[in-house]
């Protein structure tokens, strides 16, 4: 039995050994790249040959974007024959000169938008085989926070209000949260409403209802992307309640305690200065008198 299954094995080893040499052609891509909105994306893939290729060329290239895993693909890149067919503006190979002998085939996009977002397919065929992979563009926005203001305007103390935040131009969905001064989270007594431009970017309006007697004197809005990062933030300043006794300008009593601090310490400073030179001069006047009496 042993002896019959020593050639058998033989034979598969071979067999691999002989898939392997004619499978020299690796396309190696980075399997995540980001990219950020408006900017420049690169999706890194390398032609790797094996040791027994020498001197590979370049027969085609296809840089094909996919909108599901199992359709054929946008052709956003494509090279053959010698020449780029013509390739879909803002795509192009990352080496500035790319020729069929450069085994960096990696895919630069000029200006990132959100429809670029997504799944790739590089295929590469060499005379000395041919292979492909498959990579992702992840692009991001970062979020801003246009503007924070109340419904009504103006809060009338004792009366509910409405607290809106506007924020836009990220992606993918973030998150509006609130908090007050003491850092409670509010965001449960607050609603999202989530829109998205032609662009594809995100704009989030939060509104947080302020109930009559609830209310703290500042409110922060803050925008998480969709990692949970912090991207932005405003603060909500609520009209102070009236006081009883109406406010009479900068209070005098702090100035006054401004100055005499000052003074204070001033006068403690020059008192120092005055003990010092008057040791000095009493020193000097000690050493003249040893001095004379030599
Ligand atoms: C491929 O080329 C791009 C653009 O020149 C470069 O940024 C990248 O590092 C290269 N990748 C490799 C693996 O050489
Ligand atoms: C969220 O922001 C952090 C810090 O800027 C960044 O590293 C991360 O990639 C961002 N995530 C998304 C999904 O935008």
Known sequence: ????????????????????????????????NVGHYGQQSLLECVVKTGQFVTDPNIRMVAWKKLTSPEDEGDLVLGFQRGKLDEPKRGYRFAEPSWDEKNMNVSLLITNTAVADDGDYKCMVITD?????????????????????????????????????????GGYPQGTIHWFDEE????????????????????????RLHL???????????????ASGVKEDEIIFEMPAPPRLTP???????????????????????????????????RAQREYAFLVSLI
């Open 128 to 168: 000395s085989g041919d292979d492909s992979m498959v990579t992702n563009l992840e692009v991001q926005a970062r979020y801003s926070i246009l503007t924070v203001y109340s419904i009504p305007e103006k809060i009338v103390p004792n009366t509910d209000s409405t607290l809106i935040c506007e924020s836009r």
């Open 1 to 32: 039995m042993a002896s019959g299954g020593t050639p058998l094995f033989i034979f598969i080893v071979l067999c691999i050994s002989a898939v392997k040499i004619d499978d020299f052609i690796k396309v190696e891509c980075k399997s995540k």
């Open 247 to 281: 406010p009479s300008g900068p209070e005098p009593i702090e100035i006054c305690k401004i100055v005499v601090r000052l003074v204070v310490t001033g006068s403690l400073m020059v008192g120092l200065l005055c003990v010092l030179l008057f040791y000095r001069w």
């Open 183 to 206: 850092k409670h989270d509010w965001t449960g007594s607050s609603e999202m409403e989530v829109t998205q431009s032609d662009d594809g970017l995100f704009q989030l309006t939060g």
């Open 211 to 225: 109930f009559r007697g609830s209310t703290f004197q500042r409110y922060t809005c803050v925008v998480l992307n």
